[in-house]
C-alpha cells in the first residue's frame, strides 16, 4: 500500500510552470487569432503552392509581385516564430512527462519485485503448515513419503514461478552473462522436467516461451547496444560472443560487420580527394583506412567465432564488397584522370599502393587482390593505350624535324639511351641512330618500367603488342620519309615527315628500324619478361623454370614480328633505288632489247665492258656498301640481305619485263652473237660483283640462270652456232674483274690482247 500511495503522490504532482519563456515571449490573444488567420490558407491539407502562386501573379504588376514575396516572408518568419514558441511552451510539459514515466516503471518494478517476495513467502507458509499437519499423524509411514515427494515437486513448482520474474530482473539490469546462464539452467531444468515428469505440460510449455521471449529480448538489448557509435572494440566482441551463446550467431557476426562498416564510413569522412596533391596520397590514405577496418573486423570475427566458422563466406562477401566499393572510389578520383591523360607511372603507383595493403590480407588468409586487379585493369589499359598514343605522337613530332643522320648517344643527357656497357670502352661498337629513333626509344624505356610493376595484372602482352604498334607506326613514318614511295604519296596528307634527300639517308632510315627491331627494342622487351618470371618465382619458385621457357617462344615471336615490320621499310627501299636503277627521271627505261640487237649491226667488234645500268647496279652497292659498314655495326648480316635483296630487285625486273623479251625474242630481228657475248657478260658481271660482296643468294643465282637460258634460247632460235659464239667463263670473269677494279678505282696489270677479244682468249 506505501508502494502504490508513492506511485500516486508522483502522478499527482501539480504540474510546474517552466522558466524556459520569458513573458514576453508569450503571444498575447489577439495577436494568436491573426496569426491563425493568416497561415489557414497554408494549413489547409489540399493547399498547394504552385496554384496559389499562380492564382496571384497574373493580374499582378512586378511591384506587386515584390510586395507578395516579402509578404510571403514575414509569414515564413512568423510560422517559424510560431513553431519555435510552441517547442518551448511545451518543452517543460515533456521533460515533466517523461520523469514521471521513468519514475512509474521504476515503481512498478518494485512492485513486481514485491508481489514475487510475497508469493515466495506464502509458499513457504503453506508448504511448512502442510508438513507440520501431516508429521503429527504417524498412522502409517506411506503418507510421509507422499509428503516428502509432494514437497520436491512443491519446490520444482516454485522454481518455475520465479524463473520469469529472475529472468525479467536479470535483463532488466543488464546481467549478461548471469541471464545466460540462466538461460542455461532453465533449459536444463525443463529438460530434466519433461524426463522426470516433475511439471505439469502446461507449465512446460509456459516456460518453454518465457525462454524463448526473454532471450529474443536480450538479444534485442545486445544488437542494440553493439549499434551503438560508443562501442569500443571489447564491448562489440563480447555482444557478439553472448549473440553466440544464445543461438544467435548469426546476428552477432552481422554486428561485427555492420559496426566496422560504419566506423569505416566515418572515418572516410575525412578524406577528400582535394584534400591531397596527387592520386597516390588519396589512394594511401583511403586504402589504410578500408584494408584495416577489413583485418579489424577478420580479426574480431576469428576471436569470436574461431577459424573455419559457417561465417566465413559471409567474411568474405562483405569483405569483397567493401573491396569493390573502395576500387570505385579510387578509379573516380585518383585513376579516371591518370588513365584520360595517358598518366600510367601515377595509374601504377596507385594500384601499387592498393595492392600492397591489401596483400597484408593474405597473410591472414583473405585474398583479396584479385578482385583489385579485376577491377582496376579497365582503368590501366586505358592509361596503357593513352601512354601509346601519346609516344606515337610524339615521334610524329620528331620524324618531322629529323634530319635522319646517325650519332652516337650523348653521355650524361637525360634522353640518352640507358647502355649497359661503358661508352668509353665500347662506344664504336654500338649502334648509332638518329634523334628521333633515340627519343623513340627512350620513351619506350619510360613506358616500359612503369609497365614493369603491372605485370601481376598480366599487362605484359598487352605491352608488348601496344609497343609492335607504335614500332610499326614509327616504321610508316620511315616509310613515307623514302621520296617518290607510295606511302608517302597516300599519307602524305595526314603526317608530315622530312623526307630523306641521300643515299645516306635512306640507309639511315633503315638503319633506325633495324637498330630497334634487332637489338634496342627486344633487349627491353627482355628486361619486361624477367620482371615478369621473377614476380611469378617469388609467388611460386616452381613456376620459374616454365614460365621461362613460356616467356621465350612468345619474345622470339614479338621479335619476329618486330622484323616483319621492318621488311616492309626494306621493300619500298629497294623498289625505290631499283627504280631509279631501270628509269631515268623522264620516265624511260635505262636497259632495253635494242642494246643488245644492234650491237652486231655496226660490223666491228665492241669494246668489251659491262652494260651502263649494271655498272651504276655495281656503283650503288659499293657505295651502300661503305656506307654500311659504320652504320650496321653489328648488324652485317642486315646489310647484306639489304644489298642482296636490292640486286633481287633489279635482276627481277629483268626476268620479268615482258617487252624486253618480246623484242629479244621476235624472229624478224634476232639476237647477234656481240649481242648475246655482251648479254652474257652482264650476267656473269652480276654474279661476280656479288659473289665477291658475299650478297649472292640462291634465289638471285636462279634468276640469272633462267635469264642466260632465255637469251640463249632466243638465239638458238636463229639457226647460229653457240659453241662458236660464246668464249670459254674465263674471258667473262677477267672482264667482270677488271669492271670492278676500274669502277672501284684499283688499276688493273691484265694484258688488253687477251681480253679485248673473246677469240683472242679462247
Not at 77 to 100: G, H, P, Q
Not at 468 to 495: I, M, T
Not at 744 to 756: C, K, Q
Request: aromatic share 6%.
Amino acid at each position: 500500500m506505501a508502494m502504490m500511495t508513492t506511485v500516486k503522490s508522483s502522478r499527482s504532482r501539480p504540474a510546474q510552470t517552466s522558466g524556459v519563456l520569458s513573458s514576453s515571449a508569450i503571444l498575447s490573444a489577439e495577436e494568436a487569432i491573426q496569426l491563425s488567420d493568416k497561415l489557414q490558407i497554408f494549413k489547409a491539407s489540399g493547399f498547394d503552392p504552385e496554384k496559389f502562386v499562380q492564382s496571384k501573379c497574373p493580374t499582378m504588376s512586378e511591384k506587386e509581385i515584390k510586395h507578395l514575396c516579402f509578404y510571403l516572408q514575414d509569414l515564413k518568419k512568423a510560422s517559424a516564430e510560431e513553431m519555435r514558441r510552441n517547442v518551448y511552451a511545451n518543452y517543460s510539459s515533456f521533460i515533466r512527462t517523461s520523469k514521471e514515466i521513468s519514475d512509474l516503471e521504476g515503481e512498478l518494478l518494485s512492485i513486481r519485485n514485491l508481489l514475487s517476495t510475497q508469493v515466495s513467502v506464502i509458499h513457504a507458509l503453506a508448504d511448512g503448515v502442510h508438513i507440520d499437519s501431516l508429521s503429527s499423524s504417524s498412522k502409517d509411514s506411506k503418507k510421509n513419503i507422499s509428503t516428502i515427494e509432494d514437497k520436491e515437486q512443491s519446490d520444482v513448482e516454485k522454481w518455475a514461478a520465479e524463473y520469469p520474474d529472475i529472468l525479467d530482473v536479470l535483463l532488466a539490469e543488464r546481467r549478461v552473462d548471469e541471464a545466460l546462464d540462466a538461460f542455461d539452467e532453465g533449459e536444463t531444468a525443463v529438460a530434466e522436467a519433461k524426463v522426470k515428469k516433475t511439471l505439469a505440460i502446461e507449465v512446460i510449455s509456459r516456460l518453454q516461451a518465457c525462454i524463448t521471449s526473454r532471450r529474443q529480448k536480450l538479444s534485442d538489448q545486445l544488437a542494440e547496444a553493439a549499434c551503438q557509435s560508443s562501442t569500443c572494440g571489447v564491448e562489440l566482441r563480447a555482444a557478439a560472443a553472448s549473440l553466440k551463446r544464445l543461438g544467435d550467431g548469426h546476428r552477432g557476426h552481422k554486428l561485427i560487420l555492420n559496426a566496422h562498416h560504419q566506423k569505416l564510413q566515418y572515418n572516410m569522412q575525412t578524406i577528400h580527394p582535394t584534400t591531397t596533391t596527387y592520386g597516390g596520397a588519396y589512394t594511401a590514405a583511403l586504402s589504410q583506412q578500408v584494408f584495416s577496418a577489413i583485418a579489424q573486423a577478420l580479426d574480431d570475427s576469428l576471436d569470436v567465432f574461431g577459424d573455419g566458422s559457417i561465417y566465413t563466406s559471409e567474411l568474405v562477401i562483405w569483405a569483397t564488397k567493401q573491396t569493390e566499393d573502395f576500387a570505385c572510389l579510387v578509379k573516380r578520383h585518383a585513376l579516371a584522370s591518370s588513365a584520360a591523360a595517358g598518366g600510367l607511372r601515377a595509374a601504377a603507383e596507385c594500384v601499387q599502393i592498393s595492392i600492397r595493403h591489401c596483400s597484408l590480407l593474405e597473410v591472414r588468409g583473405l585474398a583479396l587482390s584479385s578482385v583489385l586487379m579485376k577491377l582496376f585493369r579497365p582503368s590501366i589499359e586505358q592509361a596503357l593505350d593513352a601512354n601509346l598514343k601519346r609516344i606515337e605522337q610524339s615521334t610524329a613530332a620528331l620524324a618531322a624535324a629529323d634530319d635522319w643522320s646517325l650519332t652516337y648517344p650523348q653521355v650524361g643527357a637525360r634522353s640518352s639511351i640507358r647502355f649497359t656497357t661503358s661508352v668509353s670502352s665500347s662506344t664504336l661498337s654500338q649502334p648509332k641512330l638518329s634523334s628521333s629513333a633515340y627519343r623513340f626509344y627512350s620513351m619506350v624505356q619510360d613506358f616500359l618500367e612503369d609497365v614493369g610493376p603491372l605485370l601481376s595484372m598480366q599487362l605484359g602482352s598487352s605491352a608488348l603488342e601496344g609497343l609492335l604498334k607504335v614500332f610499326g607506326s614509327y616504321v610508316k613514318l620511315l616509310q613515307n620519309a623514302l621520296p617518290s614511295s607510295v606511302e608517302h604519296e597516300a599519307l602524305s596528307a595526314n603526317k608530315l615527315v622530312r623526307m630523306a634527300e641521300t643515299e645516306e639517308q635512306h640507309l639511315a632510315l633503315l638503319a633506325n628500324a633495324s637498330a630497334l627491331a634487332e637489338d634496342f627494342l627486344p633487349r627491353a622487351a627482355m628486361k619486361l619478361t624477367s620482371s615478369s618470371s621473377n614476380q611469378a618465382s617469388k609467388d611460386d619458385p616452381r613456376k620459374k623454370s616454365s614460365d621461362r621457357q613460356n616467356k621465350v617462344p612468345e619474345h622470339r615471336e614479338w621479335k619476329k614480328k618486330l622484323q616483319q615490320a621492318v621488311d616492309g621499310l626494306k621493300e619500298s627501299f629497294c623498289r625505290k633505288h631499283a627504280l631509279d636503277l631501270i628509269f631515268t627521271v623522264d620516265g624511260d627505261c635505262n636497259l632495253t632489247a635494242q642494246v643488245y640487237l644492234t650491237m652486231d649491226s655496226t660490223g666491228h667488234e665492241p669494246e668489251w665492258c659491262p652494260s651502263l645500268m649494271f655498272q651504276e647496279l655495281f656503283s650503288k652497292l659499293n657505295r651502300m656498301v661503305g656506307m654500311a659498314v659504320d652504320m650496321f655495326v653489328g648488324r652485317e648480316r642486315f646489310a647484306t640481305l639489304l644489298l642482296m635483296r636490292l640486286t633481287e630487285a633489279v635482276m627481277l625486273w629483268l626476268h620479268n619485263d615482258q617487252s624486253f623479251w618480246d623484242d629479244i625474242e621476235n624472229s624478224s630481228n634476232p639476237l647477234g652473237a656481240f649481242g648475246l657475248q655482251q648479254f652474257y657478260l652482264d650476267m656473269q658481271f652480276v654474279l661476280h660483283f656479288t659473289s665477291h660482296g658475299r650478297y649472292l643468294s640462291r634465289t638471285l643465282r636462279r634468276i640469272i640462270a633462267e635469264i642466260i637460258e632465255r637469251a640463249i634460247n632466243a638465239f638458238a632460235a636463229s639457226g647460229l652456232d653457240l659453241n662458236s659464239v660464246l668464249p670459254e667463263d674465263d674471258w667473262f670473269v677477267q672482264i667482270s674483274k677488271e669492271s670492278v677494279e676500274r669502277l672501284s678505282g684499283r688499276t688493273s696489270n691484265i694484258d688488253d690482247t687477251d681480253t679485248n677479244s673473246p677469240h683472242g682468249s679462247s
